[in-house]
């Protein structure tokens, strides 16, 4: 209900958004030149730096159907990026690290509920001649920088399937990952086309091939079966190689002066080849392995030292878990940006 809750409220907000910018948007489309259409950015080394901290705290006393005790949650956000322009030449370098932990009256352990890493960069080659399209060559990683662990209320067995005997027997916390346990690599050669760029809104499509490797050996993950009471199955992984088409959509914009940001996109890589190969021999390797994301990232600054953000993700890589991985975030926090010209 919660989920259902922060959408339901979230999306006629968006929606409203959309609605203000779109006179704007079609203004400024319509009357620029086919040529000139799409914003030249200043030349030279440019940086752009987001940093966000957050908390909430919260004590119960002797309240109804409520645990008395202390609920404390803190989040911590860093959002860099370095470009370079030149000429026909363009580069771009970015790193984000998101971090979550929470801590309740029934589970007194710092629980790690948001612990992301993601860092690229990206060579572009702009055509003089077509500004609306440039090949790049591009390489991005994500990662985890924190160990893993499950968590239960009451002491349990963690059974690895496969496995004779439980790993662990009575436990309350069980690790699943190491630091830096689960990376993923990305390599990809294509073409980035800028379908618009307007004070408003900017949409980019980038298409080409790439190869992917997920490097996971000797991690778990959860795959609990209900039946078994008292038991956690979880599986063991492995590292996974792919070739394969990839394409990114994205289109953000800014309104009321740069105090509201958004960005919508989707993502979809779709192998050739895959290693190891399926256990289906039949399947449509193309499909049926297909990584796919899809989300969107609000943002409201009332104050310049205050952010409202609202994100949605929604993850698919079928070859570590072949479950829609769903985060929602709501988040309050204090924010310091810079931006400027080396």
């Not at 580069?91 to 589970?107: D, G």
């Not at 496995?163 to 436990?171: D, G, M, Y």
């Not at 979809?268 to 399926?278: A, C, H, K, N, S």
Request: hydrophobic share 40%; net charge negative.
């Amino acid at each position: 209900m919660r989920d259902l809750f922060q959408i339901n409220f979230i999306l006629p907000v968006f929606i409203f958004i959309l609605f203000f910018n779109t006179s704007t948007v079609a203004q400024s489309l319509t009357s620029s030149v086919p040529d000139t259409t799409l914003s030249k950015a200043p030349e030279g080394w440019t940086y752009d730096v987001k940093a966000g901290l957050g908390g909430n705290f919260n004590r119960l006393e002797d309240v109804p159907g409520k645990e008395t005790g202390n609920t404390l949650t803190m989040n911590a956000d860093w959002d860099s990026r370095l470009n370079y322009l030149r000429s026909v030449n363009e580069l771009r370098l970015f790193l984000q690290i998101s971090e979550a932990m929470s801590r309740t009256p029934s589970l007194a352990e710092n629980v790690l509920t948001s612990d992301r890493l993601k860092a690229g960069a990206m060579y572009l080659y702009n055509f003089p001649s077509f500004v609306w399209i440039s090949p790049f060559a591009s390489v991005d990683l994500e990662t985890n920088l924190f160990k893993g662990h499950s968590y239960s209320a009451t002491p349990v067995d963690f059974q690895v399937i496969g496995e004779p005997s439980p790993s662990a027997t009575a436990v309350t916390k069980f690790q699943l990952t190491d630091s830096f346990g689960i990376t993923t690599v990305k390599e990809t050669v294509g073409g980035l086309a800028r379908l618009w760029s307007t004070t408003a809104c900017t949409g980019e499509f980038k298409l080409g091939m790439a190869a992917m490797q997920i490097f996971a050996d000797d991690q778990l993950t959860l795959n609990d079966d209900p039946t078994t009471a008292g038991v956690i199955e979880v599986k063991s992984l492995e590292d996974v190689k792919k070739v394969g088409l990839d394409g990114v959509f994205t289109v953000k914009g800014d309104s009321w002066d740069k105090k509201f940001t958004w960005m919508v996109y989707a993502a979809f890589f779709g192998p050739f080849t895959v290693d190891p190969e399926l256990a289906d021999k039949d399947a449509n390797e193309f499909t049926k392995a297909a990584t796919t994301e899809y989300g969107m990232k609000l943002s409201f600054n009332p104050l310049s030292w205050l952010a409202l953000s609202y994100e949605l993700r929604n993850f698919r890589e079928p070859l570590i878990i072949d479950e829609h991985q769903i985060t929602h975030n709501v988040l309050a926090t204090l924010t310091y940006k810079t931006s400027g010209s080396l």
